[in-house]
């Protein structure tokens, strides 16, 4: 999904629309807790690498993880 993301936000670039961040809404804190901290934990050691990628996208403000509970 990320990635379809970037690339929405590449093309609208080309356009000159500029997006400064992607929102995902999402209901679980736990997801939301494994991509915004950087700490290493024992049961997400099977993630691939797109959690880095996340990750990496979080911390330059490109992502922003919404979590939906608090919108009802």
């Known amino acids: 999904m ?13 356009f000159n629309i500029k997006i ?5 809404y999402c209901d679980s804190k736990a997801a939301i ?9 024992e049961r ?3 993630l691939e690498i797109d959690l880095y990628y996340v990750r990496e996208q979080v911390d330059k403000g ?3 993880l919404i979590d939906v509970r608090k919108h009802h």
């Open 33 to 41: 807790h494994i991509a915004t901290k950087s700490t290493y934990h």
């Open 44 to 46: 997400t050691k099977h």
């Open 62 to 64: 490109a992502l922003k």
């Open 2 to 14: 990320l990635s379809e993301l970037t690339w929405l936000r590449n093309l609208l670039n080309d």
């Open 20 to 24: 400064s961040f992607a929102a995902v």
